[in-house]
Each structure stands twice: as structure tokens, then as C-alpha cells.
């Protein structure tokens, strides 16, 4: 639970530091609130799709099905650690 | 944006129209639009306009004949006085006269000259002739040799003596082609009776009638009396020889020819100053040629504009009446003045009057070269209404983004990045390269949206763990291998357990997952999966449907704040209201059960999951059967929450539908009670609204709108929308389609051709490889980069323009186009 809130937050506070915090630190000029909303936007979209491909693995309904020449590379190439 | 009049003095209007053209911020109207252009007031000077163009036109046209360079003014000139203009016509003129008298001369003299030099080969060979015959007179080599050559001399020489006057001879030049034919003609007519010599010129000479260079033979015919030279004669006409006197007497040939010579090197030392003196005038001409060609440009679009204002005669003035944008008629003031300083005006300067209208005022978005390119994509569908929220600053962002999740991978990304990246950092030497390629016009106008599009792309490719079909392992795979050997012996393929702690009460189970997703997008092992497709389907599918609703939303708060703005208080409460509240009810709920069905089920309870889908259809059918466990209710009270959400939303259509009609009908009532009413309607607040009496014709009849058109519009509005809410819902799906189809194609280039050479060993693979990669690599451009990015640039456009904006988007307004030397001069193709 608590590796699963490591990503979590670090992301949130990265997209967030982009999204929320970086817009009242743009300097002001005649393009000042397009850069606010552009900065928004981004990190709001950008975000919103990283938590998804997140969440959605998290807790999956079904594993992968590997051809077992794969199986047996993986075993010996990644180990059995998890 | 304010409608404007300006009263100029005539003296001053053309500088101040001068200045105003450099401003390039206000918006003529045409005031005469009834009047034809032929009787308009400055229908001379345009003419005079047109006239150096085409002057102007006509040294270009010379200048790129003899392929000199043409100087680009580094910033462009103001435009000219109208003094100015004259003195501007003159040197055209000159200069037009003085080309073509060059031209006309030099055609002449190269006439001459390929004239004298066939003269010169017809005396030389006819020398060589004449040579013969007097070598022939000595009586020793006349003896001692006797071929036929020499019999035919001596013949022709002893026929000579006896009768000298009467063998007469034409001597001339005709292309050899036509020397066989020429001869036998000669031989047919003649019966026989004329003697025909001839040599050819060894060189290619220009003849002077054609120009083109030919191969020629001179020849000289001997025959007897008039009718033989009359019939020769029209022979040699006919077949184009070219007939040049000559002397019977050596020594005036001699002379003939030393004259030709001296002529000839006349001629070319001519020549050859003529040359000279062409390409000074044209090089003097060049650097100053595109100066000139903006100034008329310039004089012309004042002159054109100055035809649409209105001549008062009793004020003795000018009366224009433009758009301008408000925060501008500082600058416009500015500009005035300065240009009636500039016309030595020091009496009545310059008048500009602000005109209150009704009318609509054209639409005018400040922009730079960045935006510029994604407001013509929201322009390509509709001008925004005048004053309505412009979408493009929210464009800006989602449609590269929305564009990334259907083209998702991120070696393609990097490509296309670096392909936007050239163009932009390239710009200004781009910019004016290949202006007649229609095609490249529109990449380079669209480089910043490549570029975000892009850079959007290499992100989602990295989510989607997707190179060029591959898959990256940065973080290490959260899944593991854990079957014995056996197992892996037994089976074909093995499916990995997903439950990562001991669900089965038995001993063997084996923790395959680690309960912690991979950090970033994509866990690596899918890759090589058999059932990735079916994994991948679902989450596309499902952000698919959550960022599609995000947005629809988002476009109704967009409408919000257009209702806000335009003060329709109504508006809120009748349409913005319920089109939420329908929204939330069944879309909003859906996300969070999405969002719900992701946290609360994992690998254990596989077989219960609930399918969403089923559960959406059974809520609006009101069935709940416990059959299949998919479709059991997943929470307690789910289905009396349910209920009352369908009702809710139902509830919504008739406030839609009949909400804002009863509103007319009750507003109406109340204004026919109070009686005529003079001040603005709720709908129109705009704070400069005051009646204008000249455009009493344009004004907005709304308080007197029929009411059937109501009911009918707002039918049309409610169905619309929430047809259009579950069918655009659904449209969104084409972002889970397209991003499959491009994985898919991109895999299958992989597997069926790239692969085929890196998986052969040795040296014969490292080439095999080699050749292997051009396919490849013209497959992935042609296909995946230009193919599928048009597809997926197309579908992204139609989702913000149809799904998008059809929530607060009216699009009703016109583009205001300013009257600016500036973008008169950059549209103008450049005649390359």
C-alpha cells in the first residue's frame, strides 16, 4: 500500500506543481493568461491520463498470458523477486 | 469594437489613409457599394496603378530572362507621396521605353549580323568556285589533268569565253536538309539545263529569319538566258534560300569581302555594347525593382480604399466609416494626426466620431504567430459570434492532446518533434521557400500545432510504453514468472496470476503480481503478452470515456460563462442547469463508477466484477436481475440510487424544453402590458447600445420574435443535446479505436519486415538488416507518421468541433479583416 503511494503523490505533486503553483509564477506580459491556461490544461490532461493507466493496474482482473519460451526467458532474465 | 467615422480633408486623406494602412488595425466599409468600380472617384489613379504594374511586370519579366538577381528590400518602404507617384511613372516609363528600343535594336543588329556572316561563307565558297574555273585557264594543268571536275571547269570556263554575258549565275545559301530536294527540283524544272555547285558551311550559323541555328550549304547556279534565271529565282524562294549578290569580277569580290569582314567585326564590337548597356539598365533596374513593385502596391490598395468613402461636397470632405477595435482609437488618433501634419495640413486636422450601431460588429482576436495557426482551426468551422468566448486558447492544448492519445507511440513522436522542430526554429528562412507548394504551405503554417502535437505524442507514447512498438523496462516489471519448470514444459503459454496475496486457502499459490502498478504508464511484460489487446482495450476505452465527459463538461461551463458574461440570467437557470444536471446523472456517475470498479475489485473477485456497461443499460431499462454476477447489484442501495438519478435526469428534458418558450411568452406579456419599450432588450447589454438612425434596418427585432420559431428552436436545442449527449459519449471511443489500429500497424511493420533482418545471424544478417530498413523506415513515414496522422489530426479536429464546442459554441460572427499593408503584402504570392 504504501509503494502504491509513492507514485502516487509524487506524481500528483509534480503535475500539480506545474498546474497550480507554476501559474502564479509567470511574470506579468500580454501573454500571461494564455500561458496560465496552457500550464493548466497540460497538467490537468496529463495527469488525469497518467492516473488512469495507473489505477488500472493496480488491482487487475487478469495476468498476462505468456508463451512459456517467453516464461522461461523471463524466469532466468528478471528472476524471481518481485 | 466600434463602428467609426472619420471625416477627412481631401488634401490629407491619402496620408492619413497612408498611416492608417501602417497601423493596420481598423476595418473599412465600402460606402458605395451601389456604385460601379468604372465610376468611382479615383478610378484614374488606379488605372495609373495598374498601368506601372504592368510596367513593372514587363522588367521583371526581362530582369529573369537574363537571370539576374533580384534584391529583397530588407523592411518595406512607406508608401509614396502622391507627388511622388509621378515621378514614379516617369522613370517607369523611361525605363519601359528604353528595354524595349534595346530589344527592338538588338534584334535588328543580329539580324544583320547572321545576314553578313552567310554573305561571308557564300563569298568564300563561291571564291573557292571561281578559283577552280581560273585554275583551270592555265593550258598546262588543263592538259596534263582529266577528271571530270576539271573537264566540268574547263567547260564551264571555254562556254564562259564564248559567251560571257549570257551564262548567267545566283549564288546563295539554303539549309542542307533541303539540298537534295533543293537540287532535284532545280534539275525537274530546268529539264537539265543548269549547273549546280555547291559546299558545305562546315559551321552552325544563325539564320536570321528563324534565329534557330542551322547547318547551311552555299551554292552558286549557272544557267542560260531569263527564263532559266526567272524559274531559279521562284525556286530559290521557295525552298527559303537565301539569294546574296555576287561580283562577277575577282577583284570587286575581293573587295566585297574585306568589306564584309570589317562589317562583321563592327557588329559584333556592337553588339556586344548593346549587351553591356541592357544589363546595366537591368542590374540598375534589379535593385530597386520589389522597392517599386510594394510602393504601387501600397499607392494602389490607398487609392482602393479611398473609393469607398463618401465625397461630401457641401462639408468638402471625405466621410469613411470603419470597425475599430475600442482599446486601439488612441493609435487611430495618433496616426490621423500625423498624417495630416504630414500633407502640410496646419488647418483642420483629421475628425474621428465614434457612431453608436446595432449592427454586429466583426469578431477581432488578438494573436501571435502561435496562436494564429490553431485559431484558423476553430475559424475553419465558424467565426466566433462577436464577443462570445473564443475556444482556441482550450484547442490550443487538448487537440494536440487528444491527437497524442490516438497516435501514441513515442518513437513516432520523436519524429514528428523534430520535424516541427526544423520548421520552427528554421521559421525565417522557410518562410518565403516554396511559397506555390500548396502542400508544404500548410505544414509550415501549421508548425507549432506539429510541434505540440508532438511533444504530446512522445508523453503518451511513454503512458502507452510504446516504441516504435517496443516496450521500455526503466522501472522493472511489477510481474514475475513464478511457475516450475514443469509447468512451463507442460503448457504452450501460461497466464500470470494477478492477485498479489493468498486468496485460495491452499498451499500453492504463488505470488506472481507485486500489488504495486509500474511507476510510469504501461507495465513492460503486456508486451509480450497474447491478451494485451484485451487488457489495453479496456483502460483506452475507459479514459476514453472519462476524458470525453470531462470535456463535454467542461464545454458547458464554458457555456456558463458565456451566459455570465452576456448577462442572460435566464439562460442559466433554463438551460444551463439542466443540460448539468443531465450530465452528471448518468455521465458523472458512470466516471465514478469507473473510477470505483478500479479500486474496489482486484484479481480474487474477478468473476463478480461488475460490467459497466450492463449496469449503465439496466439502469435506464430500470431491470436488476442477479443472474449474471456481472450485472448483480455491486452496493447496497444502488438500485434506489439509481432510480432516482434516471428520474432526475428525465426530469431535465421538458425544463429544457419548455423553459425558455414560457420565459418569451411571460416576457413578452409583460412588455405588450408596459407598452413600446425604447431601451435595449436583456439579451443585448452592450454597454454602447444606442439606436442609429441610418441603420434602423438592421435592428434586432427580438422583442418581437414569433413564438412558434421559439418552440421550434429550443425542440431542436433539446433534442440535440441529449441525443447528442449519450451519441457523443460514445463517439469518444474513437480515441480507444484509433490508438489501437496505430499500435497494431506499427506492430505488424515490426514483426513483417523489420524483424525479418535483425533476427538472421552473422554477416548476413548485418545486411540483410541494411536492407530491410529502407521499407521499414518509407512504411513508417508514409503510413504511420503521414497516413495515420492525418487520420488521427482529422479525428481529434471533428471531436473539439463537433462533441467540443457544440455545448457553448455559436459561431455566428464575421473575421475582421483590417486594412494593413502588412497582410496586403504578405498574401501577395511571391511569382517565383
Known amino acids: 500500500m504504501e509503494k502504491f503511494s509513492i507514485s502516487l503523490i509524487v506524481f500528483t505533486v509534480f503535475w500539480g506543481l506545474i498546474g497550480i503553483v507554476l501559474p502564479f509564477l509567470i511574470p506579468k506580459g500580454p501573454h500571461r493568461r494564455l500561458i496560465q491556461t496552457m500550464l493548466a490544461l497540460t497538467s490537468a490532461c496529463c495527469w488525469l491520463f497518467w492516473l488512469c493507466f495507473y489505477l488500472h493496474q493496480w488491482k487487475p482482473l487478469f495476468g498476462p498470458q505468456i508463451s512459456s519460451v517467453d516464461a522461461r526467458a523471463l524466469k532466468v532474465l528478471w528472476g524471481q523477486d518481485l | 469594437m466600434t463602428l467609426c467615422q472619420l471625416f477627412l480633408q481631401p488634401d490629407a486623406a491619402y496620408s492619413c489613409i497612408s498611416e492608417l494602412g501602417e497601423l493596420g488595425i481598423v476595418q473599412f466599409r465600402d460606402l458605395n457599394p451601389n456604385v460601379n468600380s468604372f465610376q468611382r472617384k479615383y478610378v484614374n489613379e488606379v488605372r495609373r496603378c495598374e498601368e506601372m504594374e504592368r510596367k513593372l511586370r514587363f522588367l521583371e519579366t526581362e530582369i529573369k530572362k537574363d537571370e539576374l538577381p533580384i534584391y529583397d528590400p530588407e523592411d518595406n518602404p512607406d508608401a509614396p507621396k502622391p507627388r511622388e507617384m509621378i515621378d514614379l511613372e516617369a522613370t517607369f516609363e523611361k525605363l519601359d521605353h528604353e528595354l524595349k528600343e534595346i530589344n527592338t535594336n538588338a534584334d535588328a543588329l543580329l539580324r544583320n549580323f547572321n545576314e553578313l556572316t552567310e554573305l561571308k561563307h557564300n563569298l568564300t565558297m563561291t571564291q573557292g568556285f571561281f578559283d577552280d574555273a581560273e585554275m583551270a585557264f592555265t593550258p598546262a594543268h588543263n592538259r596534263n589533268q582529266r577528271d571530270s571536275d576539271d573537264d566540268q571547269v574547263q567547260l564551264l570556263y571555254e562556254y564562259s569565253m564564248i559567251s560571257h554575258n549570257k551564262l548567267g549565275f545566283i549564288t546563295g545559301v539554303v539549309p542542307r536538309e ?399 442547469l439542466p443540460q448539468i444536471i443531465f450530465l452528471a446523472c448518468i455521465f458523472f456517475y458512470l466516471i465514478i463508477l469507473i473510477f470505483y470498479k478500479w479500486t474496489s475489485f482486484d484479481g480474487s473477485k474477478a468473476t463478480d466484477a461488475p460490467s459497466l456497461l450492463i449496469h449503465l443499460i439496466n439502469m435506464i431499462l430500470f431491470s436488476y436481475k442477479t443472474d449474471p454476477p456481472s450485472a448483480a447489484v455491486f452496493y447496497t442501495g444502488q438500485k434506489q440510487f439509481q432510480t432516482f438519478l434516471i428520474l432526475l435526469a428525465v426530469l431535465c428534458v421538458p425544463w429544457m424544453l419548455l423553459g425558455k418558450p414560457i420565459y418569451r411568452i411571460v416576457m413578452n406579456k409583460r412588455r405588450a402590458n408596459r407598452g413600446v419599450v425604447l431601451d435595449a432588450d436583456v439579451r443585448d447589454t452592450d454597454t454602447e447600445d444606442m439606436l442609429d438612425d441610418e441603420h434602423s434596418h438592421q435592428q434586432h427585432h427580438q422583442h418581437e420574435v414569433e413564438m412558434s420559431e421559439v418552440w421550434v428552436e429550443q425542440g431542436i436545442h433539446t433534442i440535440e443535446y441529449f441525443l447528442g449527449c449519450i451519441s457523443h459519449t460514445a463517439s469518444y471511443l474513437r480515441l480507444w479505436a484509433l490508438s489501437l489500429a496505430h499500435a497494431q500497424l506499427s506492430e505488424v511493420l515490426w514483426h513483417m519486415i523489420l524483424h525479418l533482418g535483425l533476427s538472421m545471424n552473422g554477416y548476413g544478417g548485418a545486411i540483410a538488416s541494411f536492407f530491410v530498413f529502407m521499407p521499414w523506415s518509407s512504411l513508417t513515414v508514409f503510413i504511420l507518421l503521414l497516413m495515420e496522422g492525418l487520420s488521427a489530426f482529422l479525428h481529434a479536429l471533428r471531436l473539439h468541433w463537433v462533441e467540443f464546442q457544440s455545448k457553448f459554441y455559436k459561431g455566428e460572427g464575421y473575421p475582421f479583416v483590417p486594412f494593413s499593408f502588412r497582410l496586403l503584402l504578405d498574401e501577395a504570392p511571391v511569382e517565383a
Open chain 2, 178 to 576: 533541303r539540298m537534295v530536294a533543293f537540287e532535284r527540283m532545280l534539275w525537274r524544272v530546268c529539264r537539265g539545263n543548269v549547273f549546280l555547285r555547291q559546299a558545305e558551311i562546315p559551321e552552325l550559323i544563325e539564320d536570321p529569319v528563324s534565329g534557330e541555328k542551322l547547318h547551311k550549304t552555299v551554292f552558286v547556279v549557272f544557267f542560260q538566258g531569263e527564263q532559266l534565271k526567272n524559274r531559279v529565282q521562284k525556286i530559290c524562294e521557295g525552298f527559303r534560300a537565301n539569294i546574296y549578290p555576287c561580283p562577277e569580277n575577282p577583284h570587286e569580290r575581293r573587295e566585297l569581302a574585306m568589306g564584309v569582314m570589317t562589317r562583321l567585326e563592327d557588329l559584333t564590337v556592337v553588339l556586344s555594347q548593346t549587351q553591356d548597356h541592357r544589363q546595366r539598365v537591368l542590374a540598375a533596374t534589379s535593385r530597386n525593382l520589389r522597392t517599386w513593385q510594394i510602393k504601387v502596391k501600397k499607392i494602389k490598395a490607398i487609392y482602393h480604399t479611398m473609393n469607398m468613402f463618401n465625397n461630401d461636397v457641401a462639408r468638402k470632405c471625405l466621410i469613411a466609416e470603419c470597425w475599430a477595435p475600442v482599446s486601439e482609437l488612441d493609435r487611430i488618433q495618433l496616426a490621423l494626426r500625423k498624417g495630416s501634419e504630414a500633407s502640410g495640413g496646419g488647418t483642420v486636422s483629421s475628425v474621428l466620431n465614434r457612431m453608436v450601431t446595432r449592427e454586429q460588429p466583426p469578431t477581432h482576436h488578438k494573436l501571435n504567430k502561435f496562436t494564429q495557426g490553431f485559431q484558423n482551426l476553430v475559424d475553419a468551422y465558424g467565426v466566433a459570434t462577436y464577443r462570445e468566448i473564443n475556444p482556441m486558447p482550450f484547442v490550443l492544448i487538448t487537440f494536440p492532446f487528444l491527437f497524442a492519445v490516438m497516435f501514441g507511440d513515442a518513437g513516432h513522436g520523436i519524429l514528428v518533434t523534430i520535424f516541427a522542430l526544423w520548421m520552427v526554429l528554421k521559421e525565417r528562412s522557410l518562410k518565403d521557400k516554396w511559397r506555390n507548394q500548396e502542400v508544404w504551405t500548410i505544414f509550415f503554417g501549421g508548425r507549432y500545432i506539429i510541434l505540440l502535437m508532438g511533444i504530446f505524442s512522445i508523453y503518451t507514447g511513454i503512458i502507452y510504453n510504446d516504441v516504435f512498438s517496443k516496450s521500455l523496462n526503466i522501472f522493472g516489471s511489477s510481474w514475475r514468472v513464478r511457475f516450475g519448470d514443469d509447468t512451463l514444459a507442460k503448457h504452450d503459454s501460461v497466464m500470470l496470476e494477478p492477485t498479489p496475496y493468498n486468496y485460495t486457502r491452499s498451499g500453492d499459490y504463488r505470488q506472481m503480481f507485486s500489488g504495486t502498478p509500474y511507476p510510469i504508464g504501461l507495465d513492460p511484460v503486456w508486451q509480450l503478452a497474447d491478451n494485451k489487446i484485451t487488457y489495453t482495450n479496456s483502460v483506452k476505452m475507459k479514459f476514453a470515456i472519462i476524458i470525453g465527459i470531462t470535456q463535454m463538461g467542461f464545454g458547458l461551463f464554458l457555456s456558463l460563462w458565456n451566459h455570465l458574461h452576456f448577462n442572460h440570467r435566464h439562460a442559466i437557470y433554463l438551460e444551463f
